[in-house]
């Protein structure tokens, strides 16, 4: 399965303009590397996550997730180190969103830069189940110099099963993480 | 002290586990152990469908096989309570939150070594903490709370 870049950049109801800037905002095919485990298209074994920016606020971002039954922790609830991968996974669409619209907006190559995950916190607050969809949002919270603060909720049945917050360090794209590692701090 | 896998292989053939569960075809299938001064250990390869960046695992994955040896090193100290205490109830152990850090990436394709211990264990709460290790070189640590749920031993239809 390919996605083009219609399905983000594309998409007629995800506004092109963010806040005051004014500015087109950056555009890309796939925020993430096609093989990422939560959301490569070209991953066949990953979670095949299709993150989407929300529509109404224009900043925060959406997934939808179902757990199989291959994806357990405790009989019938979501693994709790599982569960990480997904709310990463959006989480870091968040972060790296932020940091190529600030490039735009600093008259920067949003190309150049991106966002690595350095530090998180999961709060399982209740148990989630596998089989039935799961809302996801990311939101930024905070944003220090290279830093990214991300919250990243969990939905089931309208109760919030899970949180994630996590740091996001800013890198150069074409930084190997194999030569460099983030430092969160 | 027994290098017997903490998993309860013995009662629990069947767990369905997605990082210690013997028969999950998408599983890690972890095998824990513990030694003479009570850290655990296990190892894990990343394959390359775990991947997040190129060449490393995905920063969420990294706390699959981390939050499970977790959850079996808490357990391990809840059995040996439980033990001491002459109780017939087995224990596992159920994640309440955790703080992963990721201090270098997690390379992919070559064993990954998980070295587990018990920080605090105070009444149903056990502290754990777990670092992932890559040819000697810490890559992520793991810091996490885990509860205590007690099961009928020899509890083979679960």
């Given at each position: 399965m ?59 971002w ?80 905070e ?15 309208d ?27 | 002290?027994?290098?017997?896998v ?17 028969r ?14 009570g ?53 596992l ?17 070559q ?40 099961v ?7």
């Amino acid at each position: 399965m390919r996605r083009d870049e219609g399905d983000l950049a594309g998409d007629p109801s995800t506004p092109r303009s963010i806040g005051t800037s004014g500015l087109a905002e950056p555009t890309r095919e796939w925020l993430h590397h096609r093989d990422c485990w939560g959301c490569g298209p070209d991953n066949p074994l990953g979670l095949q996550l299709e993150p989407r920016r929300d529509e109404v606020d224009g900043s925060s971002w959406r997934v939808t997730f179902t757990a199989d039954a291959l994806q357990h922790g405790p009989p019938g609830r979501v693994h709790g180190g599982l569960l990480a991968v997904p709310m990463d996974c959006l989480a870091s669409w968040a972060a790296i969103d932020d940091v190529r619209r600030r490039a735009v907006e600093d008259g920067r190559d949003p190309d150049a830069t991106v966002a690595l995950t350095g530090t998180y916190t999961v709060r399982l607050a209740a148990s989630t189940p596998t089989g039935v969809p799961l809302e996801l949002r990311a939101r930024v919270a905070e944003r220090d110099g290279r830093r990214v603060t991300v919250r990243t909720t969990v939905v089931h049945d309208d109760e919030v099963t899970a949180t994630f917050d996590a740091v996001f360090v800013e890198v150069a794209s074409d930084l190997d993480v194999r030569d460099r590692p983030p430092d969160a701090g | 002290m027994t290098a017997a896998v903490l998993q309860h292989r013995d009662w629990w053939p069947d767990n369905p586990c997605f990082g210690c569960g013997p028969r999950n075809p998408h599983g890690l299938r972890l095998e824990s152990t513990i030694d003479d001064d009570g850290v655990t250990h296990a190892t894990w390869i990343a394959e390359e469908h775990h991947q997040g960046p190129p060449g490393a695992v995905n920063g969420g994955a990294v706390a699959v096989p981390m939050d499970c040896h977790g959850a079996w090193t808490a357990s391990a100290a809840y059995r040996a309570r439980a033990e001491a205490a002459g109780s017939s109830l087995d224990v596992l152990a159920v994640t309440g939150a955790y703080s992963v850090r990721l201090v270098a990436p997690t390379p992919i394709g070559q064993p990954l070594s998980l070295r587990g211990e018990v920080t605090q264990l105070d009444g149903r709460r056990c502290l754990v903490t777990v670092h992932t290790t890559a040819d000697g070189l810490v890559t992520a640590t793991f810091e996490g709370v885990f509860f205590e749920v007690p099961v009928p031993r020899a509890a083979g239809d679960r």
